[in-house]
């Protein structure tokens, strides 16, 4: 857990000419810089392309309107294809080369959690991670700021929601890599709280490849409901495969899910799937913040979603801790801004004052229709 205390004696910036130091170069008079380290290729580069998107959006949005203190805002992206290696190379390359005031959008708990030398070393701020295993976000947890909730408490929302219905017989789906271990633990732990635990358990690869393979497995079970952490269209290949094997349970997701691809392959085999939604529902009529996130896209003749609504919250996160930074920025500066942050955000509370390692509790199910619109 981190300790979020205020840095003292922050070194001030003259203001005669540039006074950036080698590792701030990501700042200048009329621009900031911020670097993001994702997967962007292939299959599991689909949601984060979304998330990118809507926080493209956010980021035009306020450069439009002379940007941050006078300054615009620009994200350098790295492809890391969620290897370790590779992301320590794109964070040095960013953090030491580019000299960018702080990391945004990073994906992957492996790279996550290898990188947190770089981030430490470097006193820089990472803002709005993605599918970040809780152990990973404890590694970073002095330097890194999520918005959404803990994978822990999705899980705990999932199993209390299926033994509260009376569904006892579960089995997991879960991606073959670091995160989704994880979630498999977590969601065994909920289900140990309430004296259960898995009928069975599967690991589909990143590619999907044996996820069909999984699904005849995990129907040989036959669970009542089957909880998912997949990605892309793996969703897709599983569910049908159980179906095919005589297996009939009830489909849930969570957030990495994403009902859009799933429904876009499937259909109306789509209708019924369950998803945990870490963010707000991205076509509510009422609430202030959404209705300009959907004037926004209508600007842009695009259409809402949770990756893209997720990617424009964790944006104004980010917009909200540089200006409360001032006009002096650096990655110091930033980082005691982040640390002191509070606000209220589409009916969200984020606290990151606090020893979590998550700003936000917010935990919504919904459910998939046949079209990909989602159903409260």
């Known amino acids: 857990m981190r300790r979020r205390n205020a840095l003292g004696a922050l070194g001030a910036i003259g203001l005669a000419g540039p006074a950036w130091s080698a590792t701030e170069l990501g700042v200048s008079a009329t621009e900031i810089v911020l670097g993001q380290s994702a997967i962007t290729s292939g299959p599991l580069g689909v949601p984060i392309k979304a998330l990118n998107s809507g926080a493209q959006l956010a980021f035009d949005a306020v450069n439009a309107q ?6 615009k805002i620009r994200v350098i992206t790295l492809d890391d294809e969620l290897a370790p290696p590779k992301a320590v190379a794109n964070y040095k390359k960013l953090l030491e080369e580019q000299g960018v005031v702080a990391m945004f959008g990073c994906v992957g708990s492996g790279t996550t959690a290898a990188a947190a030398k770089s981030l430490q070393d470097n006193g820089c701020a990472s803002v709005g991670g993605f599918a970040v295993a809780d152990s990973a976000r404890e590694k970073v947890s002095s330097h890194a700021f999520f ?11 999932l199993v209390r929601q299926l033994t509260t219905i009376g569904v006892t017989r579960i089995a997991v789906a879960y991606l073959d890599n670091p995160g989704g271990a994880e979630a498999l633990a977590l969601v065994t732990k909920a289900m140990a709280s309430v004296q259960s635990k898995p009928v069975a358990a599967g690991a589909v690869k990143g590619d999907g490849t044996n996820a069909a393979q999984i699904g005849r497995e995990l129907a040989a079970a036959q669970p009542q409901a089957v909880i998912m952490y997949l990605s892309g269209r793996q969703p897709a290949d599983l569910i049908p ?4 094997a005589g297996s009939s349970p009830m489909f849930y997701g969570m957030s990495i899910v994403s009902g859009e691809v799933v429904a876009k392959v499937l259909g109306e085999q789509a209708r019924g799937l369950a998803i945990a939604q870490v963010v707000p529902y991205p076509w509510s009529s009422v609430e202030p913040d959404t209705q300009t996130y959907q004037h926004t896209l209508q600007q842009a003749k695009a259409e809402p979603s949770y990756y893209s609504f997720e990617g424009w919250l964790n944006a104004q996160v980010m917009i909200e801790g540089l200006r409360r930074t001032g ?3 650096t990655r110091a500066r930033l980082l005691a801004a982040m640390r002191a942050l509070k606000m209220r955000l589409a009916n969200m509370d984020l606290d990151f004052t606090g020893s979590g390692i998550a700003a936000s509790r917010f935990v919504e199910l919904v459910q998939v229709r046949f079209d990909g619109k989602y159903v409260r």
Do not use: Q
């Not at 002379?66 to 300054?71: A, S, T, Y």
């Open 66 to 71: 002379g940007g941050v203190h006078g300054r």
């Open 147 to 157: 918005v959404r909730a803990s994978a822990g408490r999705e899980a705990e929302v």
């Open 241 to 244: 495969a159980m179906r095919a």
């Open 327 to 329: 006009r002096e920025l």
